[in-house]
């Protein structure tokens, strides 16, 4: 599960460099911005499985808690 996050949070940076790029050489607004939109989606997602609630544990934890169970 660590090596999808890792890999979901590398294609992050990889779209909102590709929309920069894209940006700077004129193609139009909504292609740049769809990529941006795809890369915050991705980002709050690891936040989402990566940070702890309000019991103090994040949601990997405890999936990878229970697969050692």
């Given at each position: 599960m660590?090596?999808?996050?890792?890999?979901?949070?590398?294609?992050?940076?990889?779209?909102?460099?590709?929309?920069?790029?894209?940006?700077?050489?004129?193609?139009?607004?909504?292609?740049?911005?769809?990529?941006?939109?795809?890369?915050?989606?991705?980002?709050?997602?690891?936040?989402?499985?990566?940070?702890?609630?309000s019991?103090?544990?994040?949601?990997?934890?405890?999936?990878?808690?229970?697969?050692?169970?």
């Amino acid at each position: 599960m660590n090596a999808v996050l890792s890999i979901v949070m590398l294609a992050a940076g990889a779209l909102i460099v590709g929309a920069f790029i894209l940006w700077r050489r004129g193609v139009p607004a909504k292609q740049p911005a769809l990529m941006l939109l795809l890369a915050v989606i991705a980002i709050v997602n690891v936040l989402i499985w990566t940070l702890p609630g309000s019991g103090g544990e994040a949601p990997l934890d405890q999936v990878q808690r229970a697969n050692t169970e």
